[in-house]
T-cell receptor, first 111, second 116 residues
Framework: KQEVTQIPAALSVPEGENLVLNCSFT??????LQWFRQDPGKGLTSLLL?????REQTSGRLNASLDKSSGRSTLYIAASQPGDSATYLC??????????FGKGTLLTVNP | SAVISQKPSRDICQRGTSLTIQCQVD?????MFWYRQQPGQSLTLIAT?????????ESGFVIDKFPISRPNLTFSTLTVSNMSPEDSSIYLC?????????????FGPGTRLTVT
């Protein structure tokens, strides 16, 4: 059974700092990995999708990497802003085509 | 990508009653999914809804408690039946992208349900 772990569970940083969120998964037989953002009480916004054959994806200040063989992914956020404050969720699509989510990292960026 | 809307956005219901949540997509999609997010927890898949067939439920979820309809390729409903406070959650529908975005999922804004 696929398990997804996100570290840290919570992170508080001052504005402008670069930061890294970590995600690990137990079964490397995945189709892709997605990073989502969730604001309090809201739905999910897809940030980045990395296919299993890819090593990284970039969108603006966000960069996500994938090391499928070791079961790890990182989300790098450059020059963080207070508007980046949210919960960041990592999810993998397994061989059964279903998404398995981690519990998320609650990010707070302080002005 | 796909634009997904859900109704209602939130509701407060009494125990023992039922609530039907609607999910509308702006394009035709084959697979739609319903998730539950309990307070402080991550998302758990309830079922997969395919048009023209019965929904496929995950372990721990049953049709009598969470009946699902999928009348066409752009719409689905999830009913939470005989509610108890433990059903208080955010319920989200999602769809799978097509073409080059295959296996990428897009989520609706969610329905925040509180059962008293």
């Amino acid at each position: 059974k696929q398990e997804v772990t996100q570290i840290p569970a919570a992170l508080s940083v001052p504005e402008g700092e670069n930061l890294v969120l970590n995600c690990s998964f137990t079964d490397s037989a995945i189709y892709n990995l997605q990073w989502f953002r969730q604001d309090p009480g809201k739905g999910l916004t897809s940030l980045l999708l990395i296919q299993s054959s890819q090593r990284e994806q970039t969108s603006g200040r966000l960069n996500a990497s994938l090391d499928k063989s070791s079961g790890r992914s990182t989300l790098y956020i450059a020059a963080s802003q207070p508007g980046d404050s949210a919960t960041y969720l990592c999810a993998v699509t397994g061989s059964n085509y279903k998404l398995t989510f981690g519990k998320g990292t609650l990010l707070t960026v302080n002005p | 990508s796909a634009v997904i809307s859900q109704k209602p956005s939130r509701d407060i219901c009494q125990r023992g009653t039922s609530l039907t949540i609607q999910c509308q997509v702006d394009s035709q999609v084959t697979m739609m999914f319903w998730y539950r997010q309990q307070p402080g927890q991550s998302l758990t898949l309830i079922a997969t809804a395919n048009q023209g067939s019965e929904a496929t439920y995950e372990s721990g979820f049953v049709i009598d408690k969470f009946p699902i309809s999928r009348p066409n390729l752009t719409f689905s409903t999830l009913t939470v039946s005989n509610m108890s406070p433990e059903d208080s959650s955010i319920y989200l529908c999602s769809v799978e992208g097509t073409g080059t975005e295959a296996y990428e999922q897009y989520f609706g804004p969610g329905t925040r349900l509180t059962v008293t």
